[in-house]
């Protein structure tokens, strides 16, 4: 049992001091905000994909923001919300929408709301 405990302990502390995302490492907002989504803050993240989603569709940045904005619709249980997103990806990007695998994702929401 100590020794089961040990381990355990020994988990915790390497997690605990783990070195942070790559992604936390870069200074642009898009960075910051997948930052902020890898480390499950949601409010943040989503604060700050949606300034970058709302800004410019044509720009490839923007696409990959929303793609994140609707994954953390998801993760915060509001799968409506990210089955909007994901109609949206689709008229702006449907190559985009399908490479990133977005068509499951929308079904996986609608399965949630009992549409699927």
């Known amino acids: 049992m100590k020794f089961l405990l040990a381990i355990l302990f020994a988990a915790t502390v390497a997690t605990a001091s783990a070195a942070p995302p790559s992604t936390c490492r870069t200074g642009d907002a898009y960075g910051r905000a997948l930052c902020a989504y890898q480390r ?7 604060r700050a994909l949606r300034a970058i989603a709302d800004v410019d569709a044509a720009e490839p940045i923007t696409m990959r923001a929303n793609y994140f904005l609707a994954r953390t619709l998801m993760k ?27 068509d499951y994702l929308l079904g996986e929401c609608r399965k949630a709301e009992g549409k699927g």
């Open 40 to 46: 499950r803050e949601f409010a943040e993240a989503e």
């Open 76 to 102: 915060t249980g509001r799968f409506g919300e990210a089955s909007a997103v994901f109609i949206r990806i689709y008229r702006l990007d449907k190559p985009f929408y399908d490479a990133w695998a977005c």
